[in-house]
């Protein structure tokens, strides 16, 4: 991975590349290409032993012309304003490629979770919501759970919000506990639509998935997921990684069991029925039918890119091409199916959790799963249709063109003011 790549630039430089193909103006253009505003906060916090510790935090705010912003929050050391301004940047076009009413935003704590007690995270969780609290709301900005975060963190928000405005608001906060407002088939959403995402492209090239062969990079929530119902689809899943290495077997992997072991040591490396260990870069070049990054952005380069050996490659993970990479593959009639179609379905069900604690009324597992599908076939459909009336040189140009049409479209027209 290129320790260079910004993902910010890689974000502004797909949102150019998509421009050149639609007809508006570039005023507008340069307006979707940076957030509305940042937050950038100090959290300190008192630590187990008594001493405290500051922790580097930010929210981005980056365009609300379709509706409230919506994005994750993360906790990883990596964590930087720039990522956060590209992440809160592609969530917008995430949500407008399929669809759904938000705009985008993204949250990130500087801080390796591994490395501090339970109590020690509520902390410095409610820290970070309580300065939040003047910027998040079920009509203004709706966070939801990111890398590191889950469950645990979204209801220890909700609570601190509710406490501090004094009310009851399950919608100002998504991918909760079902207890505390959650929906079902949250958890899975992600990677429900990495799979419905891959099933559709091998429609569209007209082979069938179950069969194939299938490489995940990243073996937590999305890309364990993903793996699972890969599997079910009747496909192999050769080879997983997490950031312990990879574990391969020819003849296919349980992706359950291997899910089962790592959640026992924390780890995919040592799983007994793997017939070998391999690296996450010798993982991302296998010659596979399917590859499905789902770890961290910029994990392929223009390096790896050369070398990349899959037919397909279905983005679990925000960002995960670099725009020198998505050219190779390009040239090598790599067929990529975009983040912000692939990885929608944790926005998507986000939105029927926030849609549902509106209504003050619960949808089945079923109805959700169902509702999932409906809007990723869709989207996929409508990708298609750009990338072939245009003539466009690939598919995340083609999800960017549906995109940006859409954001300029609100933003036409509700006029611009002051």
Same mark, same amino acid.
């Given at each position: 991975?290129?320790?260079?790549?910004?993902?910010?630039?890689?974000?502004?430089?797909?949102?150019?590349?998509?421009?050149?193909?639609?007809?508006?103006?570039?005023?507008?253009?340069?307006?979707?290409?940076?957030?509305?505003?940042?937050?950038?906060?100090?959290?300190?916090?008192?630590?187990?032993?008594?001493?405290?510790?500051?922790?580097?935090?930010?929210?981005?705010?980056?365009?609300?012309?379709?509706?409230?912003?919506?994005?994750?929050?993360?906790?990883?050391?990596?964590?930087?304003?720039?990522?956060?301004?590209?992440?809160?940047?592609?969530?917008?076009?995430?949500?407008?490629?399929?669809?759904?009413?938000?705009?985008?935003?993204?949250?990130?704590?500087?801080?390796?979770?591994?490395?501090?007690?339970?109590?020690?995270?509520?902390?410095?969780?409610?820290?970070?919501?309580?300065?939040?609290?003047?910027?998040?709301?079920?009509?203004?900005?709706?966070?939801?759970?990111?890398?590191?975060?889950?469950?645990?963190?979204?209801?220890?928000?909700?609570?601190?919000?509710?406490?501090?405005?004094?009310?009851?608001?399950?919608?100002?906060?998504?991918?909760?506990?079902?207890?505390?407002?959650?929906?079902?088939?949250?958890?899975?959403?992600?990677?429900?639509?990495?799979?419905?995402?891959?099933?559709?492209?091998?429609?569209?090239?007209?082979?069938?998935?179950?069969?194939?062969?299938?490489?995940?990079?990243?073996?937590?929530?999305?890309?364990?997921?993903?793996?699972?119902?890969?599997?079910?689809?009747?496909?192999?899943?050769?080879?997983?990684?997490?950031?312990?290495?990879?574990?391969?077997?020819?003849?296919?992997?349980?992706?359950?069991?291997?899910?089962?072991?790592?959640?026992?040591?924390?780890?995919?490396?040592?799983? $007994?029925?793997? *017939?070998? /260990? !391999?690296? =996450?870069?010798?993982?991302?070049?296998?010659? +596979?039918?399917?590859?499905?990054? @789902?770890?961290?952005?910029?994990?392929?380069?223009?390096?790896?890119?050369?070398?990349?050996?899959?037919?397909?490659?279905?983005?679990?993970?925000?960002?995960?091409?670099?725009?020198?990479?998505?050219?190779?593959?390009?040239?090598?009639?790599?067929?990529?199916?975009?983040?912000?179609?692939?990885?929608?379905?944790?926005?998507?069900?986000?939105?029927?959790?926030?849609?549902?604690?509106?209504?003050?009324?619960?949808?089945?597992?079923?109805?959700?799963?169902?509702?999932?599908?409906?809007?990723?076939?869709?989207?996929?459909?409508?990708?298609?249709? $750009?990338?072939? *009336?245009? /003539? !466009?040189? =690939?598919?995340?140009?083609?999800?960017?063109? +549906?995109?940006?049409?859409?954001? @300029?479209?609100?933003?036409?027209?509700?006029?611009?003011?002051?």
């Amino acid at each position: 991975m290129s320790d260079e790549a910004n993902p910010f630039e890689s974000l502004q430089e797909q949102i150019d590349d998509a421009a050149a193909f639609l007809d508006v103006p570039g005023d507008v253009v340069t307006r979707l290409k940076s957030p509305e505003r940042v937050l950038e906060a100090t959290l300190t916090v008192e630590m187990d032993d008594g001493r405290l510790e500051g922790f580097q935090a930010f929210r981005s705010q980056f365009n609300g012309d379709r509706g409230p912003y919506k994005g994750g929050i993360r906790y990883h050391p990596n964590v930087s304003r720039d990522e956060v301004k590209a992440l809160s940047g592609w969530m917008v076009y995430k949500c407008a490629v399929v669809d759904i009413p938000y705009g985008g935003g993204k949250g990130g704590i500087v801080i390796d979770p591994r490395e501090y007690s339970e109590s020690e995270l509520e902390r410095v969780t409610r820290a970070f919501a309580k300065e939040l609290r003047p910027f998040i709301g079920p009509d203004r900005d709706i966070p939801a759970p990111d890398v590191n975060t889950g469950q645990r963190e979204m209801n220890w928000i909700k609570d601190t919000y509710e406490k501090l405005e004094n009310t009851t608001a399950p919608g100002v906060i998504t991918g909760k506990s079902l207890d505390n407002g959650g929906s079902e088939g949250r958890v899975e959403a992600t990677g429900r639509s990495v799979m419905l995402a891959a099933r559709e492209a091998f429609a569209y090239l007209d082979r069938d998935l179950s069969g194939a062969t299938v490489a995940v990079q990243g073996y937590g929530n999305a890309g364990s997921v993903a793996a699972k119902l890969l599997e079910d689809q009747g496909a192999s899943v050769v080879a997983v990684s997490d950031s312990s290495g990879a574990v391969f077997h020819p003849e296919g992997l349980d992706a359950r069991a291997v899910k089962e072991f790592k959640r026992e040591t924390g780890a995919v490396t040592g799983y $007994a029925d793997a *017939e070998e /260990e !391999l690296s =996450n870069e010798e993982l991302l070049t296998m010659d +596979v039918d399917l590859l499905v990054p @789902a770890a961290l952005e910029n994990a392929i380069d223009a390096e790896i890119a050369s070398h990349l050996e899959a037919d397909v490659v279905v983005e679990a993970a925000n960002g995960p091409i670099t725009p020198e990479a998505d050219d190779i593959l390009a040239s090598k009639d790599v067929m990529v199916v975009p983040d912000i179609l692939a990885n929608a379905g944790g926005v998507t069900v986000s939105y029927f959790e926030w849609v549902q604690n509106r209504q003050r009324f619960a949808w089945t597992e079923a109805r959700v799963n169902d509702e999932l599908e409906r809007v990723i076939v869709d989207a996929f459909d409508r990708l298609v249709d $750009a990338f072939e *009336e245009k /003539e !466009l040189p =690939n598919f995340r140009t083609a999800a960017y063109v +549906v995109a940006i049409q859409r954001v @300029a479209d609100a933003f036409g027209g509700a006029g611009s003011w002051p």
